[in-house]
């Protein structure tokens, strides 16, 4: 079992920056891919950007070239560097992991980013 917890969400005016954290615990040898997900309200839970083990990187195309996403080599630190923001970032942001294809994901409790004047 992983357990997952974010952190570094906040309100921020449009053309902020945020950094989300996502700190796993729990017995992790390797992984599939690790990711942010996000719920904007009324929508419905979309993927955000992907790092896969072997450190590939997949940005929705909303968030390209202001979102990057990073992780630590002990794949235990996840992180999203958010440029530029614009209030239809605003959401729950979600941490998950996949250790393999057959493993169950691992979410964290999500972090509220708000993005406002």
């Known amino acids: 079992q992983v357990q997952l917890v974010e952190s570094g969400g906040g309100l921020v005016q449009p053309g902020g920056s945020l950094r989300l954290s996502c700190f796993a615990s729990?017995?992790?040898?390797?992984?599939?891919?690790m990711g942010w997900y996000r719920q904007t309200p009324g929508e419905q839970v979309e993927s955000v950007a992907v790092?896969?083990?072997?450190?590939?990187?997949r940005y929705a195309e909303s968030v390209k070239g202001r979102f990057t996403i990073s992780r630590d080599a002990d794949n235990r630190s996840l992180f999203l560097q958010m440029d530029n923001l614009k209030p239809e970032d605003t959401g729950v942001y979600y941490c998950?992991?996949?250790?393999?294809?057959?493993?169950?994901?691992?979410w964290g409790q999500g972090t509220q980013v708000t993005v406002s004047s």
């Open positions: 998950q992991m996949r250790r393999s294809s057959s493993d169950p994901p691992s």
């Open positions: 729990g017995r992790i040898v390797s992984i599939s891919h």
């Open positions: 790092i896969t083990g072997s450190g590939d990187t």
